[in-house]
């Protein structure tokens, strides 16, 4: 479980991420497509190439998702409820993905923030990060 101040400091990191949504997005997604070949395809249809258009649609899609789960932690489930059934009805997204996308966000977040990126918000962001993964994941159950 997260602590006040974890939430405060998750809910902080991605207000100020927001405005470069994009970059952050695409980057860990190159980064998963190229880690876990498989997670392509379900973009198959899609130009994935680094710093593409559609890469960093995609990618500001997800953090923005990311970003407005990170305001209301306690409540994750209900605000990701409408992404709960897109992927698993409509998409049907093997649920070990969020799981690996969450990872590659990780090192991306290390990368990007740098030594901004504290073993403490490693820590807090690691259990947000899967929190969401596994609340995306709960209607393949």
């Keep these: 479980m997260l602590s006040k101040k974890e939430k405060e400091l998750i809910a902080n990191v991605w207000e100020r991420l927001t405005p470069v949504a994009d970059d952050i997005g695409a980057d860990a997604l190159l980064r998963m497509f190229t880690t876990f070949p498989g997670s392509k395809s379900y973009f198959s249809h899609l130009d994935l190439r680094p710093r593409s258009p559609h890469l960093k649609t995609r990618g500001k899609r997800i953090v923005l998702a990311i970003a407005e789960g ?52 490693h820590a807090a962001m690691d259990k947000f990060l899967s929190a969401f993964a596994a609340v995306l994941a709960e209607k393949f159950r």
């Design 70 to 121: 990170a305001k209301d932690i306690d409540h994750l489930a209900v605000a990701l409820a409408p992404l709960q059934t897109l992927h698993a009805y409509r998409l049907r997204i093997d649920p070990s993905n969020f799981k690996h996308f969450s990872h590659c966000m990780l090192v991306t977040l290390a990368c990007y923030l740098g030594d901004r990126f504290t073993p403490v918000m």
